[in-house]
């Protein structure tokens, strides 16, 4: 049998809560008990947010925690090169498109077609769909505004993609070993047209999320991705990049949140009490580990 790897991938763009403990206490044990491999990302692509001070105190949080994982780190801003082949292989395939619009732009042409009487979608956080108006430009006119300097990300081109997979809908599936939102378990059936031309890249050229975790997934050698609740409607968008990109399928396991007073997920953006925190105020490495269940 294949040795089993897990990975547990956190960003370094603020202090890690009870909420990290808790996912990478799961990793941790599931890997001990499958006789497995964990394995640390640091998901770093967002160079604004992210720091090495950030990435420091991460790994010292984890390391006090009592996490061990194999080898050295995966930093996601020392692999640049394997987003930009995955990304080339997409637009070599006519998948990928300049995306010129602002956010404040594509928000305006929504907002017109809302008021035109038109229904637009939104993907599964929230967000309307990219109108992805310039699927309909030529490649002169592209090649035109790109030498101009016009800044652009790159998309999905989300009609081209599934037409190109050509798969009966119930062949596009994950084998689910948690629950998703609505207790979905076992074979679950993806949904990736729900996120629309989702990014492939920001105007910054660095790799969006979606892409750059399948990438690092097949890379690493992953075959349990273990992760929260909250990123199971993501794995839609995952299983299209790997069947486009012709890349291996983890086993997934979305586990429960951990939740504050409010019944809300724990977040750094709102300064959610931090594990640092904690061992600040005297917790214990076993405190923390009860306090999320374990």
Known sequence: MTQAVFRFAP????????????????NQKLARETGGRLLLRVEN???????PLLEARMLDDLR??????????RRQSEHGEDYVEAVERLQALG???PAFLSRGEARR???EKAAAGRSWPCDPDGVPHYPGEERLLGEAERDVRIEAGDPFAI????????AMCDLPPKQL??????????????????DPAAWGDFMLTGKDRSAAYHLACVVDDAIQGITHVV???DLFHATSAHRLLQELLGLPVPVYCHHDLILDSDGRKLSKSRADTSIAELRTAGAAPGDIAKMVGF
């Open 109 to 111: 042409l929504v907002e």
């Open 45 to 51: 692509t967002d160079t604004v947010r992210c720091s």
């Open 227 to 229: 992760r929260g609740r």
């Open 155 to 162: 998309r999905l081109d989300m009609k081209k993609a599934l």
């Open 11 to 26: 960003s370094p763009n603020g202090r890690l809560h009870l909420g990290h403990a808790y996912s990478a206490l799961l």
């Open 95 to 97: 998948l990928a498109y």
């Open 173 to 190: 599936c994950w084998q689910e070993e948690g629950n998703g939102p609505e207790g979905e378990h076992g074979e679950t059936v993806a």
């Open 64 to 73: 006090w925690l009592g996490v061990t994982w194999e080898g050295e780190p």
